[in-house]
C-alpha cells in the first residue's frame, strides 16, 4: 500500500517561508517524478513544481524565483521551499508522486491528503 504523506504546512505572515515535506512509503522500487500541486478554495487544482529522479524541475510562472522544489531518493522524498511567500499562495497543497512498486512492471500515480497553507497577516 502507497502512501505520501505531506507536512509542513501552517499559517505565515506574507513575506514568510514554509518548508513542505512528501514522504512516500510502501514497496517502492523506484520513483519517476514527484508534483507539488495546490488548491484555493472556489478554484481548481494547479500545477505548482515537479522534479525527476535526474534533478530536473520545472515551476508555474507565479512561483519562479520564490519556491524550489528538491528530493532525497534515498528517503522517497520530497521537499518545497516556499519563500517570500504572498497571500495568492494561501491553498492546499497536495504532493503527487509516479512511481513503480516491487510487485509491479508499471508506474502509477498517487496523491497525498494535502496540507493547509495559509499566508495572512
Known amino acids: 500500500q502507497v502512501q505520501l504523506v505531506e507536512s509542513g504546512g501552517g499559517l505565515v505572515q506574507p513575506g514568510g517561508s514554509l518548508r513542505l515535506s512528501c514522504a512516500a512509503s510502501?514497496?517502492?522500487?523506484?520513483?519517476?517524478?514527484m508534483r507539488w500541486y495546490r488548491q484555493a478554495p472556489g478554484r481548481e487544482r494547479e500545477f505548482v513544481t515537479a522534479?525527476?529522479?535526474?534533478?530536473?524541475?520545472d515551476y508555474v510562472d507565479s512561483v519562479k524565483g520564490r519556491f524550489t522544489i528538491s528530493r532525497d531518493n534515498a528517503k522517497n522524498t520530497a521537499y518545497l521551499q516556499m519563500n517570500s511567500l504572498k497571500p495568492e499562495d494561501t491553498a492546499v497543497y497536495y504532493c503527487?508522486?509516479?512511481?513503480?512498486?516491487?510487485?509491479?512492471?508499471?508506474?502509477?500515480?498517487?496523491w497525498g491528503q494535502g496540507t493547509q497553507v495559509t499566508v495572512s497577516s
Open positions: 503527487n508522486a509516479v512511481l513503480r512498486q516491487y510487485n509491479s512492471d508499471n508506474y502509477y500515480s498517487y
Open positions: 510502501g514497496s517502492i522500487v523506484s520513483i519517476n517524478v
Open positions: 522534479i525527476t529522479s535526474g534533478g530536473t524541475t
